[in-house]
């Protein structure tokens, strides 16, 4: 038995860090945190001290079995969780449930995976940081008291279901204000003045004017102006200037640029740098600080020396700018810049490169160029064209890295580019000058990365809680990535030409935003709900406060349960009296009435989803219903739409003695006959659907499902789906790869992708017990998944499951296959929950 027992939360950290040790060591994965608050009560003494109450969930409840019994063993303990404040607190979680001996217990922190690093770490032990503790403490706990009371006025207030979150609530109503910003946004319009001209040397460039013209008879005006006029170089400056790398990475950067370059989402970046810090290829991925260590700088002044020449390299010292950056770790960098790839997945080494590169031009020269400024005059006005250029005359660092930039900040200006050799006086023939209509536009929606920009700017939450955040809120339907096909405009183009003046209408294409987060209606509803009712827990400055409160406990110049008891001291009485005295949401707006029966049209948010309804509750007939389409939201849906939707579902006739009709659905309109449905294509109409349409989409749709070839005596059905073209056999879905002609498949064809998915299958088992309908089977990533029925558990990669018994997977299944709750159960804890709510409400009366 090993005398030293080393404990990590990551089964990858471990397995790396063992390579680093001698056989005095055994190192072991906590999985994560061992404790937390429990799932089903609020687990926080609300009476008295905010003491949590920590327990060891049953899926953890093995892995605090085996650790006990392996620091039992062991001479000494040393925790070498992360150095954060998740870190810290995973660190004394162990200390407490393992009932480590202080004496024989270590606490070590590293930023990087390396051996020296690692041995370094062994030679500095410290002790638990339990101001750090703390402040992990202190935001679980507030979190959790916000999360726990504001939810079930929700659900009473609002709709069933719903959550709230600290964080969480405040990155939706950025999204919901910056969307309706752009819904009342009325765009102006203005004439924008370009011009191309060729110098003597017959070289042409274009230029153009500072200033657009308000008007179109300003803009035709200075048009004529320039009919027979003649051109010259006013005025020509040239400067030198230079251009300075970027900082290297911290995670919020990161994550902006990997967004901007690599295309990851918020929580892929996450994903892929976490790996590469536990295989040891770069620094700890989670850090406010720009610094790079003497060491690291001089790695990079070695590699840049051997790389590219002595005069690309510049050593230099960022200072971070980040509202409240907290512990001093270093920069995201590589652990060793020699290495300028990786052996990983793709997107790992893309993630990879991306970091070298960032943090080795941070340490190179910069960049010299050469910028021109040009006047250029008429001699029938006073107003002067102007053409900027710019000369690369040293490109430093630009040689292998350039920052990334956020269309927000782009002005969608046509790039500076070079000049021809001018002079002052030089005669310029003019070839033509353009006067286009162009529009104020709306401000950007948000993408992951400028919304991580944004709550960092703010002082929002930290480097731990952006990917997290933006998953909670599109998991709760709160927002979604959009796909806003934007709208045709028309605009003007005057064109002068040889001395003749033309005009033009062009359309262009408005409005248009994939990927961008969208607040869905019930995001909306909730946001208003609660920034009516809760205005200072969705109020900006409360929140950076709070993580600046953080800050302060953790450099221990502040005592967390007097936060908590301040901050509840407030919130408690306030959540009672909007859970009593509020009224219900529902987004409502009224549209108008029916012209027939005078009924009230309103639209509002119900128990599927947002809706139109026609009547009230109060009146004897019952209310008429209607959902909206996937393109409508309750905030810009019209009265003529709502009465629209009013005839849906319609039928339009029968098909084969099924009768036929077109609706609405979740997902966008269909077409339905018996009990098959048909999407109607992307912008179709329902309302104009007509029975010579819809039997056209079933036959399509009948034609799509037919066999096209029969193989074994059963069915093959092509289709197009998610993920490309696929053939559907034995109630098997088979990809087909570019290698085949989808569209020209051979019977040789089919049966060869058939029986390559049998034989991938084949191999992807590992055990098969048939009798008890059990199967063990190879997952990505190196992992395995049980498989019983529709229960799938996965296995850690520590796990062998070609060593496995029946009897062990048995075992498994029972700890950790989901158990069946009835349903009355479940309305049951909803009740609980509201009496509860009661119970409190009687409770602060009575005091």
């Not at 048009?223 to 970027?246: G, M, R």
């Not at 710019?390 to 956020?406: C, P, Q, S, T």
């Not at 028309?490 to 990927?515: A, C, I, M, P, R």
């Not at 069946?820 to 009661?838: L, N, R």
Request: glycine share 6%.
């Amino acid at each position: 038995m090993a005398k030293n027992l080393v404990i990590v939360e990551s089964p990858a950290k471990a397995k790396t860090i063992e390579k680093f040790l001698g056989k005095d060591y055994k190192v072991a994965s906590s999985f994560g945190h061992i404790a937390d608050l429990p799932t089903k009560e609020l687990g926080v003494d609300t009476e008295g001290d905010f003491t949590p109450k920590y327990i060891v969930s049953k899926d953890k409840r093995d892995v605090v079995k085996k650790l006990k019994s392996l620091a039992k063993d062991a001479e000494m303990v040393w925790l070498a969780s992360d150095e954060d404040r998740e870190g810290e607190a995973i660190a004394w979680h162990l200390a407490e449930e393992l009932h480590l001996d202080k004496k024989k217990t270590k606490r070590i922190v590293f930023h990087e995976i390396t051996k020296s690093a690692i041995l370094k770490a062994i030679e500095n032990p410290r002790d638990i940081n339990y101001n750090l503790v703390n402040a992990q403490q202190a935001r679980r706990v507030l979190d959790r008291l916000v999360g726990y009371e504001l939810s079930p006025v929700l659900w009473r207030k609002v709709k069933g279901g719903l959550s709230a979150g600290r964080v969480q609530s405040v990155s939706v109503r950025l999204i919901v204000e910056r969307e309706r910003e752009i819904q009342n946004f009325k765009p102006e319009a203005s004439f924008r003045i370009d011009a191309e001209f060729t110098n003597e040397q017959g070289k042409t460039f274009k230029a153009k004017l500072p200033k657009n013209f308000d008007t179109r008879t300003e803009a035709e005006q200075f048009l004529s102006q320039n009919i027979e006029a003649e051109f010259k170089v006013a005025d020509l400056s040239t400067k030198p200037a230079k251009k300075s790398p970027a900082p290297p990475f911290t995670t919020s950067t990161l994550q902006q640029e990997a967004a901007r370059k690599l295309y990851f989402s918020v929580s892929k970046t996450m994903t892929m740098a976490q790996r590469l810090y536990e295989a040891g290829h770069i620094t700890y991925m989670r850090t406010d600080s720009v610094n790079l260590s003497e060491d690291a700088r001089k790695g990079a002044q070695k590699e840049i020396l051997k790389a590219y020449g002595e005069k690309y390299s510049k050593s230099r010292q960022f200072k971070g700018k980040a509202k409240g950056a907290q512990e001093a770790h270093e920069a995201i960098r590589p652990t060793s810049f020699a290495a300028h790839s990786v052996k990983a997945d793709k997107d790992e080494q893309r993630l990879y490169e991306l970091i070298w590169k960032r943090a080795i031009a941070s340490q190179m020269s910069e960049a010299q160029l050469e910028r021109t400024n040009v006047k250029i005059e008429a001699n029938k006005h006073k107003k002067q064209f102007t053409a900027n250029g710019e000369v690369l005359i040293f490109d430093g660092f630009l040689k292998v890295y350039l920052e990334g930039r956020d269309e927000e900040e782009e002005e969608l200006q046509e790039q500076e580019g070079m000049l021809p050799a001018l002079r002052v006086n030089e005669k310029l023939e003019n070839n033509y000058i353009t006067a286009t209509e162009r529009f104020t536009r709306p401000p950007y929606r948000y993408t992951e990365a400028s919304l991580v920009k944004k709550l960092e700017e703010l002082g929002i939450g930290r480097p731990s809680t952006y990917a997290p955040t933006i998953s909670t809120i599109q998991n709760r339907n709160y927002i979604e990535k959009g796909s806003v096909d934007g709208t045709e405009r028309e605009y003007l183009q005057f064109t002068l030409k040889k001395n003749k003046l033309s005009e033009k209408k062009h359309t262009e294409t408005v409005g248009s935003d994939k990927g961008k987060l969208v607040p869905t209606d019930v995001g909306m509803v909730v946001n208003d709900f609660l920034v009516n009712h809760f205005s200072t827990i969705l109020d900006y400055n409360f929140t950076a406060k709070v993580e600046q409160d953080f800050d302060d406990i953790a450099e221990g110049n502040e005592e967390w349960t007097k936060m908590m008891k301040e901050f509840y001291r407030e919130f408690h009485p306030h959540v009672i009296d909007v859970a009593e005295n509020a009224e219900r949401e529902v987004g409502e707006r009224i549209l108008g009435k029916d012209p027939e029966t005078g009924k009230p049209v309103s639209v509002r948010l119900g128990k599927f989803g947002p809706m139109v309804q026609m009547g009230s509750v109060e009146d004897e007939e019952k209310p008429k219903f209607a959902s909206l389409s996937p393109d409508q939201t309750l905030d810009s849906v019209t009265f003529e739409e709502a009465m629209e939707l009013f005839k849906l579902p319609k039928e339009l006739g029968e098909y084969k003695g099924e009768k036929v009709e077109v609706n609405n659905g979740r997902f966008g309109p269909y077409v339905k006959f018996g009990n098959k449905y048909v999407s109607l294509e992307k912008g179709e109409d329902p309302i104009v659907v007509t029975l010579d349409r819809a039997l056209e989409l079933i036959k399509e749709k009948e034609k799509a499902d037919a066999p096209i070839y029969e193989y074994q005596n059963l069915p093959v059905q092509k289709g197009v789906g998610r993920f490309g073209p696929f053939l559907k056999w034995n109630d098997m879905f088979i990809n087909v790869n570019k290698k085949y002609d989808f569209d020209d498949l051979s019977a040789e064809d089919i049966e060869e992708l058939i029986e390559d998915k049998l034989r991938k299958e084949r191999e992807k088992v590992i055990h098969n017990w048939e009798d008890e309908g059990i199967r063990v089977e190879k997952a990505r990533w190196g992992r395995s998944n049980i498989i019983k029925g529709k229960t799938k558990i996965e296995l850690p990669k520590t796990v062998d499951a070609t060593k496995l018994s029946l009897a062990e997977v048995k075992d498994i299944i029972e700890k950790k296959a989901p158990k069946k709750k009835a349903t009355k159960k479940k309305t049951a804890t909803k009740k609980t929950a509201a009496k509860k709510t009661t119970k409190k409400t009687t409770a602060s009366k009575k005091k």
